[in-house]
């Protein structure tokens, strides 16, 4: 399964890209919005499922969001840095599947995605 | 000739009263009008005599004002000191021929009494007449002589009167004159002194509306334009000044003002005008004269001023900003020489390679404390070193100063040593790094310039004040010594004693500048006394707090020690291998026995068998997972006993449903070993021991990294590496950012930070503070507003060193 993770910080990213390959999974990381929505609108139709960060450069993770949701049904993960109601409340609003609050443990999220990646 | 005199005297008496050709008086008229009635005559006159006629003052029965002299028949009374009767004129000789008496309906009676002044004159006469001769009785006469009486009394009062407006008119111009003068005297000086100021000043006047009433020439000059043109313009709108920032009272009340003048075709003026009020003698004023000077060559040179004032000030920045930067810079290849210098030493054996080696590393070591200077210089400049305010003890502070230079001063065979009195403070508040800092710059400084004999430091107490005390550091050597001359500019920046002491020495003649700045910075005071060749003494004096505790500092790392320490038995529903591993670790020193359970179910199996007095539960578990193992512990095996959470998430509903499902407490991985203890101190005891606060170490775990990575070493190096090198990016572009103001992005940085921080389960406190820290914050408090922060960075390296693997 192809997994999508866009998120800035360097130790998280590489971590993950880490971890999910280490179960499995085929990533591909981008510390940008810009580069990864580029590339998430190039092979969007081979895409299991995108993890992404709110807070990016160039294009945001809400965009992100945005336009995997209203253009392809693709399930979306959120990394969020805040545990404010109302960010929460956004991203769900925003059509994002799931989201977690940094810092977490990776076996929660690797739950999260099997959840999702079932359905 | 006596008869003359006599009558010039009375002429002049008659003069004096300043009677004649005056205007009809009412009191005269009435008493002429008495006399008629009581004589029962149709004619009664008031009459005064000169050289020339018979001026009548009142009068009844007669048409005429005056007749002359020559024509009256008073001429003879008043020669006559009493009253003169004529019962039938035809009869006297006198006056038979007067043309009064030969006329048709002549005069037939005449009386008539002289009018006497206070100093015996007859200056005139009171009579009557009748045209048929008739007989005047006793009482008619007494009535005649008093009513003379009463006209005497009536010219006196009138003479007197006259006398007195005399008198004070005299006086009043007397008065006149004399104001007159000073008024005089006083417009003189004005317009003298109006003159000379308006030769060299412009003057305008206005009026209470800011209409402009009067200019002179200088103005007209001044304003480039013809200075009649200006009055009647608004002073408001030729200065393009906003009235109701700027009203009439308002610029009499701040006399000076600098006025701005944009003339259509020349350069904008700038006048500086001083307002002066002229008021009236209610305080009223009349007008506002404004006094005008050209100055705007002044304005012009203040401004060009400010703006290179600007200008070399951001130089200035830009340079402090390039120095540190480039220090910084400088200062990683020079570590690279010196450690690949210290490599090549193990491995060379060839003694010349050896030496020049040692050249090498001399010569790297020189360089690397010359950057270090200018690196802190640049810093004091730029106020980024703030002292610190923490606990230290003395002696250990001098006695590491001590152990860095202890081999420098045994390679020169020099005595080193330190005293200090037994009354210093030992626990003391203050910045032990600055004092330390301080010690070893002049220590160094005294090593260096003593080729032997002895350097010695001498620590005595001066006084205490409210809890401060001031502690004297007395460093002597018996070096070469500076002479007086020298002695001023020691502090100075790049100063050296001679000039050939730098070649002789090295250094960069920064070392006592940076030291006397951070004395001063401490609130310090820092001298020197010296005798060429006979040695130096540097005294400094910093005020430390004394620390009231007095305890014996230890680090504690925020231990908390288990209250309850009875055996206890505890269920761990945990699948996460590694978790398992951390609380088995945790437990393993303490009386409790800690079972595990791979899920829910495994965990329900266990209670049924056994008795546990905590569980610590999971939430996401497979098979069964937390929450429906805990609602399955209380509703349908009915067990009370303590349920603790665990959770990844710091979410506020999963507490709330922890709670609402039972259970008592909860704990958010990843955990610290003292937020363990305190849960359980809280679910056993009720109560938790306060901990000591948590000094500012910090700890560094790779639990949540292996989370992620597991075990495996590469990885984990290759994670650690990126995170040193994202510290030390952020480290050296703090700074640059700061100074160019741009704090949203500062706070972005900040906000970023926080994912790494948590991977590595570092507090987040100090970047939160950074993040949410307003433009304004950032302003006020200048840059050390990092300095948490950035220390808290370094300490992380240094910790990150020792856990790479």
């Known amino acids: ?119 | 000739m006596d008869i003359k005199q006599n009558e010039i005297e009375r002429l002049k008496a008659l003069l004096s009263y300043n009677i004649i050709d005056t205007l009809k008086e009412e009191e005269f008229d009435k008493l002429a009008q008495l006399a008629s009635i009581i004589c029962e005559t149709p004619i009664a006159l008031i009459s005064l005599i000169d050289d020339k006629r018979q001026w009548y003052k009142a009068k009844v029965g007669i048409e005429a004002n005056e007749i002359p002299k020559e024509l009256t028949f008073c001429q003879f009374t008043i020669q006559k000191d009493h009253l003169w009767v004529v019962e039938d004129v035809t009869k006297n000789d006198l006056l038979k021929d007067n043309p009064n008496v030969t006329a048709e309906d002549g005069i037939r009676f005449y009386a008539g009494l002289p009018l006497q002044s206070v100093d015996g004159y007859n200056i005139g006469t009171l009579c009557v007449a009748d045209i048929k001769p008739k007989q005047i009785s006793e009482k008619e006469k007494i009535a005649l002589q008093i009513i003379t009486e009463q006209i005497m009394i009536l010219l006196e009062a009138r003479k007197r009167n006259l006398q007195l407006i005399t008198e004070l008119r005299e006086i009043i111009d007397h008065k006149e004159i004399e104001s007159k003068k000073i008024i005089e005297k006083t417009s003189g000086e004005f317009k003298t002194f109006y003159e000379s100021i308006s030769n060299n000043n412009g003057i305008i006047e206005i009026d209470i509306n800011g209409v402009i009433t009067s200019t002179n020439e200088v103005i007209g000059r001044l304003l480039r334009a013809p200075a009649n043109k200006l009055i009647g313009l608004d002073f408001y709108t030729l200065f393009a000044l906003d009235r109701s920032h700027n009203s009439i009272e308002e610029l009499i009340e701040k006399k000076n003002f600098l006025l701005e003048y944009q003339s259509s075709i020349a350069q904008k003026k700038w006048i500086q005008a001083n307002f002066v009020k002229i008021t009236d003698y209610n305080d009223t004023i009349i007008k506002i004269i404004l006094i005008c000077q050209d100055v705007t060559s002044r304005v012009r040179w203040q401004q060009e001023l400010e703006k290179s004032k600007r200008i070399s000030e951001f130089l200035n920045q830009q340079k402090d900003r390039f120095i540190a930067n480039v220090s910084h810079e400088i200062r990683t290849p020079i570590n690279a020489i010196l450690g690949f210098t210290d490599v090549l030493f193990e491995l060379e054996k060839d003694s010349l390679k050896l030496e020049y080696l040692n050249s090498i590393k001399v010569a790297g070591i020189g360089l690397l404390h010359i950057i270090n200077d200018i690196l802190d210089i640049s810093k004091i400049e730029a106020g980024m070193i703030k002292i610190d305010e923490a606990p230290f003890q003395l002696e250990e502070c001098i006695s590491n100063a001590f152990t860095v230079l202890k081999l420098k001063a045994k390679e020169k065979g020099i005595k080193f040593l330190y005293s200090i009195d037994s009354d210093v403070y030992t626990n003391l508040i203050g910045d032990k790094h600055r004092l330390n800092q301080i010690l070893i710059n002049l220590l160094g400084n005294s090593i260096k310039f003593t080729a032997n004999g002895k350097v010695e430091l001498k620590v005595s107490l001066l006084d205490v004040v409210d809890q401060v005390c001031h502690v004297e550091f007395r460093i002597s050597d018996t070096g070469i010594g500076i002479s007086q001359e020298k002695l001023q500019s020691m502090f100075d920046r790049f100063s050296q004693a001679e000039v050939s002491t730098t070649r002789k020495f090295g250094g960069t003649g920064l070392g006592l500048s940076i030291t006397k700045e951070l004395v001063e910075i401490q609130n310090g005071k820092i001298r020197v006394e010296s005798k060429e060749n006979e040695g130096t003494t540097f005294v400094f004096v910093i005020p430390f707090k004394i620390n009231q505790t007095n305890e014996k500092i230890v680090y504690v790392k925020g231990e908390v020690e288990l209250l309850d320490l009875s055996p206890k038995k505890i269920l761990l529903c945990e699948d996460n291998e590694l978790n398992q591993k951390l609380i088995l670790s945790i437990f393993k020193s303490t009386p409790y026995t800690i079972l595990i359970a791979n899920n829910g179910q495994e965990g329900l199996d266990l209670l049924a068998k056994n008795t546990f007095d905590l569980v610590f539960m999971d939430l996401q578990m497979p098979i069964m997972d937390g929450f429906e193992t805990t609602k399955n512990i209380r509703e349908n095996l009915k067990l009370q006993m303590p349920i603790i959470a665990l959770t990844a998430n710091a979410l506020i509903y999963e507490k709330e449903i922890c709670l609402k499902l039972g259970m008592n407490d909860f704990l958010t991985k990843p955990f610290t070993k003292k937020e363990l203890f305190e849960v359980l101190n809280r679910t056993f005891t009720g109560n938790t021991i306060p901990t000591l606060p948590e000094p500012k170490e910090e700890s560094i775990s790779l639990t949540s990294l292996k989370e992620f990575i597991g075990e495996d070493k590469e990885q984990l190096n290759e994670i650690i590496n990126s995170f040193q090198e994202q510290l030390e990016k952020f480290l050296s572009s703090i700074e640059g950012l700061f100074l160019e103001k741009k704090f949203q992005e500062i706070r972005l940085y900040a906000h970023k930070m926080k994912t790494s921080f948590g991977m590595f389960s570092i507090s987040t406190e100090e970047l939160v503070k950074i993040e949410s820290t307003d433009d304004e914050d950032f302003v006020s408090n200048g840059i050390t507003i990092f300095k948490p922060l950035l220390d808290q960075i370094e300490d992380i390296l240094v910790k990150l060193k020792n856990v790479a693997l």
């Open chain 1, 1 to 119: 399964m192809k997994i999508v993770i866009i998120e800035d910080d360097d130790i998280l990213r590489k971590s993950l890209v880490f971890f999910l390959k280490s179960k499995g999974y085929e990533v591909f990381d981008f510390d940008n919005g810009l580069q990864g929505l580029h590339f998430l609108n190039e092979n969007y139709s081979d895409l299991s499922l995108v993890i992404t960060d709110l807070n990016l450069p160039f294009t945001g993770g809400k965009q992100i969001v945005f336009e995997m949701k209203s253009k392809y049904k693709i399930p979306v993960i959120v990394l969020t840095a805040s545990n404010v109601e109302a960010t929460e409340m956004e991203i769900l609003e925003l059509g994002a599947d799931d989201f977690i609050t940094k810092p977490f443990s990776p076996n929660i999220l690797q739950m999260r995605m099997e959840r999702l990646l079932k359905v």
